[in-house]
């Protein structure tokens, strides 16, 4: 089973990723609890999406919310990344949740 942070990426291969671009390695959402490289960028500390399923609604993943997904996801778009491919990606995590919990 893959490391999945609360918002269905899998850590594994996106912090590969990541790596890639860093100076030092990410230690994933779940272990830097949601203080991420990009959310400076932002002008955050913390990743939306994780603050709002962790710290504001005490989830263990965003499968557990029935608003999932919701606008914090599609807020968090990278500009480089397509739309077509960006909405599949969010489907695809959305799924991987909702499994989770039944």
């Avoid at 990541?18 to 959310?39: F, M």
């Avoid at 962790?54 to 997904?69: A, D, I, W």
């Amino acid at each position: 089973m893959p490391d999945l942070s609360v918002c269905g990426i899998d850590c594994n291969i996106a912090c590969i990723e990541c790596n890639k671009n860093l100076n030092e390695p990410c230690k994933g959402c779940n272990a830097s609890k949601g203080r991420l490289y990009w959310t400076q960028y932002l002008g955050l500390d913390t990743c939306p999406i994780y603050n709002c399923c962790v710290n504001e609604k005490h989830y263990t993943h965003c499968g557990e919310c029935n608003k999932l997904p919701c606008e914090i996801y599609y807020s968090t778009k990278d500009p480089s990344t397509p739309d077509d491919e960006f909405i599949k990606k969010i489907t695809e995590r959305a799924n991987i949740l909702k499994k989770l919990n039944k």
